[in-house]
Structure formats: C-alpha cells, structure tokens
C-alpha cells in the first residue's frame, strides 16, 4: 500500500490591517521540493501551502492557506489520514490580537500592536501522534543541533530538520539549504550545502526507512504547550 505523506510549505501572514501583516522570508522551496521527492517515492502527497509564487507539483493535492490559524485548520482535517507528516512551514509565532478592517492611517512616531500566541500546530500533533512519523524544521541562528534536538523531545517528534537561517548561502530564499538532522534513534547527522532537492531527498528516503520498521515509544507527554494562546506586545 502506497504511503500518505502530509507536508505542509511556505509562510504564513497575519495581518494587521489590510495591506499590512507579519511574516518571514520563507519561499515554500523546501516544503515543496519535500513534496516533489515523496511523490517520486510512490507515496501519495498532500501539501497545505502557505501563500508562495511557486507553482504546483504535478499528482500532488494542493491546499492553499494564508494564516497561521488556516494552516492550523488544514493540517488537523488532514493528518488523520497520513502515515507522515513534514511541517516544512514557517508558521507565524505571534499576531496582531485584532485585525482592523481599513488600512491604518500614519499618525505617532511609534505603536505598540497587542499580540498572542498562534496555535502550535507541530505541538498538537505530537500530543496526537498515534503512530505516525512526524518531523518538523528548526531554523535557528547560530548551530541549530541543540535547538533540533530540544525540538524533538519536547514535541514528540520523529525526526527535526535543523538549519542556520543566518547564513547568507542557504535557507530562507536560497535554493540550497546546510542541515542537521537529529532523529531518536541516531547521532546527529551532519549535512553539506546542497540543493533543496537533494536534501528533500535524504528526508523523504529516511521517513520511508521509518514507515517500514516499528517505532519505539513515545516521549512523555509535554505540559508547556498550551492550546489555548498567551499575549504579548510587539513594538513598530
């Protein structure tokens, strides 16, 4: 039986008014180069995407999103049905606690904008893992490992993908990326520059080599990642 991957890709956008939101620099390269290389495997593909320029892959299931909320959405309708899942996207953190409805005109030299917390889509899925495999990025500034690892624990994953987004040469907006991968099972792994593709590549090969073999038991259970959202403030 074929396996179902579920990757999600791209940025999101939380918007303060009309025209102006929060965001990052995210391409979506990866996650769907990650959605590419799975379909090459055989497997059966859908990709929630946040709002990228790139275009679609052929035989893959396409789902558009704007919003970390919508992502959040999307993925939970969908995970259920996937054997993995490889939150690739670079979900928003934070959002403007309310969203105005007309463009804010310019006024005081400086504005503080409430914000909340947005969902933790990857921490909700690790509380619902059942027997999946789940793998999430970490992008970092500085060495990603321990981040990676920390990651792994705390959310119940699989498999963490770790990058240094500082680096001009790779990550957000390149179409190469130098990574870490950190699994349960094994040694952190070390990997070169390389294109985008080759390393979706590597990702998709070893989620296949866990799909096929059992799967050790799951870390406890993590308090600290509430559903419900906190608030904090963002200063312009």
Known sequence: MRPSFLVTAGPTREHLDPVRFL???STGRMGFALARAARDAGARVTLVAGPVSLRPPAGVGLVRVRSAEEMRREVMRRYRDAD???MAAAVSDYRPRRRLGRKMKKGAPSLAVPMVRTADILAGLG?????????GFAAETGDPAAGARRKLREKNLDLVVGND???GDAGFGSDRNRAVLVSRDGPVGRLPLMRKERLAAIIVRRCLAMVRRPQPRTFRQPRRYPDKPSTSSFKL
Do not use: A, E, H, M
């Open 84 to 86: 993995v899942v490889i």
């Open 23 to 25: 965001s990052n620099p």
């Open 127 to 135: 509380r619902r893992k059942g027997g999946r495999i789940l793998v």
């Open 165 to 167: 987004v500082s680096r």
